[in-house]
């Protein structure tokens, strides 16, 4: 089992910055994606950003220009820096890790923190 802590979480007001930490321990072995999700009041969860063990990273287009993930999926470690932040960004976000211990065409497994409030408000 993977255990997934987010923190950084808060509350800032529109334009503001916030940056996001995601700390992965136990079975983490075989990770070929760490990224970040979130959960707007009343949606069902939409991918923000993520990375994967070849080196490849992608954006949502709400976030892009705005959001840069960082990392290193060696280290276990995930970091979302985020600028220019509006109302909208207002959601849970959630630390996101698949493993494929069976290698690249076998079965993936996923697993998700217990998310960080964000908060953007005057």
């Known amino acids: 089992q993977v255990r997934l802590v987010e923190s950084g979480g808060g509350s800032v007001q529109p334009g503001g910055s916030l940056t996001l930490s995601c700390a992965a321990s136990?079975?983490?072995?075989?990770?070929?994606?760490m990224g970040w999700y979130r959960q707007l009041p009343g949606q069902e969860r939409e991918m923000v950003a993520y990375?994967?063990?070849?080196?490849?990273?992608e954006y949502a287009s709400s976030a892009e220009g705005r959001f840069t993930i960082s990392g290193d999926i060696a280290e276990k470690t995930l970091v979302l820096r985020m600028n220019s932040l509006k109302p909208e960004d207002t959601a849970l976000y959630f630390c996101?890790?698949?493993?494929?211990?069976?290698?690249?065409?076998?079965?993936?497994?996923?697993?998700w923190g217990q998310g960080t409030q964000v908060t953007v408000s005057s």
């Open positions: 996101h890790v698949s493993r494929a211990p069976s290698g690249p065409l076998g079965r993936v497994y996923d697993y």
């Open positions: 990375i994967t063990n070849t080196g490849v990273s």
């Open positions: 136990g079975s983490t072995s075989s990770i070929i994606i």
